[in-house]
Structure formats: C-alpha cells, structure tokens
Nanobody
C-alpha cells in the first residue's frame, strides 16, 4: 500500500500559474495527475514514467508540465495560463508495479490515488 499526498492547490486568477506537488510513501513506476469537476467524468491530465517518459492530454498540452523526483518519490504538475475550465479537484495518482496504463490513464483510472487538492480559477 502506497499513500499519495497532494499539496499546492488553491485559488488563482485566469492566466496565472499554480504548482501542484505530490509525495508518495513508496516508489511508483507510474505517476500522474487527473482531475474531476463536479458533475463531470474524471480527466487524465499527464503521466510520467519512472524513466522520465511523459504523456499529456491535449487539453493541457503546452500549458501544464509534469516532472518527478525519484529520490523523493514525488511528482509535480506545473500549471500555466490556467483558465476557469481548469477548476476542479486535482488528484495525484499512479501505479506501483507497472507502467502507466495506455488508455485507462486518460480517464483518470489508476490503481492508487491521493485525496485530492482543489484548484479554483476565477475569470
């Protein structure tokens, strides 16, 4: 069992930036972020493999950047030029023993996830 703890959420104005961080209690091969707004389905945002390979959802490509520090079992999501549609609960998630699931991650379906951190973007 690996626990994930997110931090860094909050309120920001449109066009601003926010950095989300997540610390895992153990090593994860796959780490990523997804979000869920009220009444909507989860959306996978970005993943990063243990070897540094990354993938992004089209909706955040060019605006968000994912990185990880394997020495700290941590992952970061740098969010730039955020918009009101980015308002949601953001979850850190991942897979401990396997690489990120090719399609399932885009739907925010990971084996392990944190409790979430709220991001609110005002216009």
């Amino acid at each position: 069992q690996v626990d994930l703890v997110e931090s860094g959420g909050g309120s920001v104005q449109a066009g601003g930036s926010l950095t989300l961080s997540c610390r895992a209690s153990g090593r994860m091969l796959c780490m990523g972020w997804f979000r869920q707004a009220p009444g909507k389905e989860p959306e996978g945002l970005a993943i990063i493999e243990d070897d540094g390979d990354t993938s992004y959802a089209d909706i955040v490509k060019g605006r968000f950047a994912i990185s990880r520090d394997n020495s700290k079992n941590s992952v970061t999501l740098q969010m730039n030029n955020v918009q009101p549609d980015d308002s949601a609960m953001y979850y850190c998630a991942g897979e401990r023993w396997v690489r990120c699931p090719l399609v399932r991650w885009t739907k925010g379906r990971f084996t392990t996830r944190g409790q979430g951190t709220q991001v609110s973007v005002s216009s």
